[in-house]
């Protein structure tokens, strides 16, 4: 069961739906939540530092303090209306410090959750989901900045590929699978069938035996567009949740992406549980 969640805050002008959907997780599963707001410190390239006047860092900073100080408002008044255990912390930062210290803060809750970037709108959730997949050892669902409902799991898509990655989100997503009306398991395959999408029909039968309700899709995809094959086919069967494994390695202390992974999280369209 979930009964210990942490969601990162957006901070400004950033989309709320993470914090609201994160609520709703925590309602659904009579959870505990915890609120983690950045502060971030000003960014002053190099090159201009000796430049720039400390009244300007200090109006920065406290800029900074008084919009984490109103996602955490915000935040609390959101959990009070659902009558939820919660708590919040705010934590100065740089942006790359926010993203290692996250990744660590979420070892010890059962999930983590946070929002989708927006295009062309560089924020630090992008390292802070990179963070959370890789350095966590929990799962984390990414919620889109356009997300409006909460947790709903009238149809849930699971991708199967027999990867580690996949085996180790479907056993983290469980909680959530046992309460979907709908689970369509699905693998996708470049053309004539090879023996690693075999086990489809395997992991259907192990998810059967938890009691859960199905089916098994095998669908095409040319080998560079899987990202859009699997968001296109949640599009049309009006999937509302997406659970897949997250893919990726570290480089001399920078996370690499897989193209799967990179190509749903720069244009997802419904929640989604991921994991490492």
Not at 79 to 98: C, D, F, I, K, N
Not at 202 to 216: F, M, S
Request: one cysteine or more; a negative charge; hydrophobic letters at 45%.
């Amino acid at each position: 069961m979930i009964k210990d969640l942490v969601v990162n805050l957006p901070v400004g002008h950033r989309p709320v739906a993470a914090a609201d959907y994160a609520i709703s997780i925590a309602e659904a599963f009579g959870a505990h939540i915890s609120g983690i707001a950045f502060a971030y410190e000003p960014v002053v390239a190099p090159t201009v530092m000796g430049g720039v006047p400390s009244d300007w860092i200090d109006a920065q900073r406290a800029e900074s303090a008084k919009a984490a100080d109103a996602a955490i408002a915000r935040f609390e008044a959101a959990s009070q209306r659902a009558g939820l255990s919660a708590e919040h912390r705010m934590l100065p930062a740089t942006v790359g410090s926010a993203a290692d210290l996250f990744g660590r803060i979420a070892r010890r809750f059962d999930l983590s959750v946070v929002g989708q970037t927006e295009p062309e709108r560089p924020a630090p959730e992008e390292l802070i989901i990179e963070s959370a997949l890789f350095e966590s050892g929990r799962p984390v669902i990414v919620v889109p900045y356009i997300q409006k409902q909460g947790l709903k799991l009238d149809r849930v898509l699971v991708c199967w590929d027999g990867s580690r990655t996949a085996t180790r989100a479907i056993a983290d997503s469980l909680p959530f699978l046992a309460r979907a009306k709908a689970i369509d398991v699905v693998i996708v395959a470049s053309g004539r069938a090879k023996n690693d999408e075999i086990p489809g029909a395997d992991i259907g039968q192990h998810l059967a035996r938890h009691g859960l309700k199905i089916e098994v899709k095998r669908i095409v995809a040319a080998d560079t567009d899987v990202p859009n094959t699997i968001l296109s086919y949640a599009a049309d069967s009006s999937a509302d949740f997406l659970v897949m494994g997250g893919y990726g390695h570290s480089r001399l202390r920078e996370f690499v992406l897989g193209g799967a992974t990179r190509g749903i999280l720069a244009s997802m369209t419904v929640p989604a549980l991921m994991a490492h």
